[in-house]
């Protein structure tokens, strides 16, 4: 099926220890995105790649790196995994990223455990 | 700045009954969009349904419609003949139109339980 793709479903990480979140998407979007999804708190943009070549801070950038390593693929690297971290990650893309009227396709999320 | 408002942690409804989620928002930007997810046990987030801010009619796409009300600054979720299968998260989000790339912003949900 077409869609997102997002790997692993889930994870436990020691505190220090590094980790890269994967995701590709089948749908030819040109613009991906990072979400951390947290209680009480909605998605928060960790980080975005417009288009192929380039990525940019979200809201909550800081303990993570990002690469568009080609058209289809976004990942998410933890360098130094923190409790803090701990959460759910949401890879998402979009036809376009700056029309307001193209949705998200979200993948199936990540849950990172920390301890 | 753009906010989005979900006053609902969660709510109840009777199968077959209609409910109504409430989504306020805050922006100053003169053209955006709206959107509706929904988000069930399982985790995955799903597109409802889009509003534009000069979209004349209402957004409707199968049981969902989008009840805005500019002037309020509010963008409701009606979900009529509710079944089982939409009890979940839903979220309200939004985003500016402009050019270049535009933050969507989300609230922080509510959770509807569609009691038998």
């Known amino acids: 099926n077409a869609g997102v793709t997002q790997t692993p479903k889930f994870q436990v990480l020691k505190t220090g220890q590094s980790m890269t979140l994967q995701c590709a998407q089948d749908?030819?979007?040109?613009?991906m995105y990072w979400y951390r999804q947290d209680p009480g708190m909605g998605l928060r943009l960790i980080y975005y790649s417009a288009s192929e070549g380039t990525t940019d801070k979200g809201e909550v950038p800081n303990g993570y790196n990002v690469s568009r390593l080609n058209k289809r693929e976004f990942s998410l690297r933890l360098e130094s995994a923190a409790p803090s971290q701990t959460s759910v990650y949401f890879c998402a893309s979009s036809e376009r990223t700056g029309q307001a009227n193209y949705g998200y396709t979200f993948g199936s999320g990540t849950r990172l455990t920390v301890v | 700045a753009q906010k989005i408002t979900q006053t609902q942690p969660g709510m109840f409804v009777q199968e077959k009954e209609a409910v109504t989620l409430d989504c306020t928002y805050d922006?100053?930007?003169?053209?955006?969009?709206l959107f509706w997810y929904k988000q069930p046990s399982s985790g995955e987030m799903i597109f409802l349904i889009y509003?534009?801010?000069?979209?004349?009619q209402n957004a409707t796409e199968g049981r969902y419609s989008l009840n805005f009300q500019k002037a309020r600054k509010s963008a409701n979720l009606v979900i009529s003949a509710s079944q089982l299968g939409d009890s979940a998260m839903y979220f309200c989000?939004?985003?500016?139109?402009?050019?270049?790339?535009?933050?969507?912003?989300f609230g922080t949900g509510t959770k509807l339980q569609v009691i038998p």
């Open positions: 989000a939004m985003r500016p139109s402009a050019g270049g790339y535009q933050k969507v912003t």
């Open positions: 922006t100053s930007d003169p053209s955006y969009g």
């Open positions: 509003q534009g801010s000069y979209d004349q």
């Open positions: 749908m030819n979007h040109n613009s």
